[in-house]
């Protein structure tokens, strides 16, 4: 049965406000880490291989799948890999579901990365927020964010944000039921295709994913040009001379 919408639920503060809507609009539910706990009709759990076991559910259905690195990593590099697309789980599930679900629209709630104080950060309390490590895949979450969109319109899919608060995201805000609706926007194909050329140039790349063991190859004034293309293919940030 052809996927058209995908709902990825990471573990803000918000996440919580997915239980009281109905599973019609989505054909598939992607919960990031913790966000299993959030509803109990999830399709695809994704987590890191360094997710603790106590925090993985007791009672998985034969429906239900966990994604593991080993699942994850190469779908990643079939869109770049790690340091181009952005070292948080958010973004590895949405390119780990272009790439296995191959969707129409992928809408995400709870992703939106943006931490105002040291409690409540995620929807079960206090977590650790991944964009506030320093990582040099997480210089601009709005630029990666934008790379993601940019390549999920390529696969003619839309990204958009069900989310209502403020957003590192740049993805169009949308509601669960008008979701389906949505279309990718149009992309300044120039910019695009300068991003693009500039990361085969760079040659940023790690089969392995763990690029933190290579990161002192990685020159940061480079990824921050980079993002600076990134943030010019998006219609809404940029206007064409």
Not at 42 to 71: G, N, S
Not at 138 to 152: D, G, I, V, Y
Not at 194 to 200: F, P, Q, V
Request: charged letters at 20%; one cysteine or more.
């Amino acid at each position: 049965m052809p996927v058209s919408v995908v709902l990825i639920l990471g573990s803000g503060p918000n996440v919580v406000t997915c239980r009281a809507w109905p599973r019609g609009p989505f054909d598939r539910i992607v919960a990031i880490n913790n966000a299993w706990a959030v509803r109990p009709d999830w399709d695809d759990l994704i987590h890191p291989d360094d997710f603790p076991p106590e925090r993985m559910p007791i009672d998985v259905t034969r429906d239900q799948r966990i994604i593991r690195a080993a699942d994850y990593v190469p779908l990643q590099n079939k869109f770049g890999g790690f340091v181009y697309a952005g070292g948080t789980m958010a973004f590895t599930a949405a390119y780990w579901a272009l790439a296995a679900l191959q969707p129409s629209v992928i809408a995400v709630l709870g992703c939106d990365m943006v931490y105002a104080g040291t409690r409540g950060t995620h929807f079960y309390g206090t977590g650790t927020a991944d964009p506030l490590r320093k990582d040099v895949t997480l210089r601009s979450l709005e630029a990666k964010s934008a790379r993601l969109m940019a390549l999920a319109a390529r696969q003619n899919c839309a990204m958009v944000n069900l989310s209502t608060g403020p957003s590192r995201l740049l993805f169009p805000r949308s509601t669960p039921t008008a979701a389906a609706k949505a279309r990718p926007l149009v992309m300044h194909g120039r910019f695009m295709t300068d991003a693009l050329a500039r990361e085969e140039t760079l040659g940023y790349y790690v089969p392995s994913g763990k690029y933190w063991k290579e990161e002192d190859r990685f020159d940061p004034a480079e990824i921050d040009a980079l993002d600076a293309l990134w943030l010019k293919a998006i219609p809404a940030l940029q206007t064409m001379p």
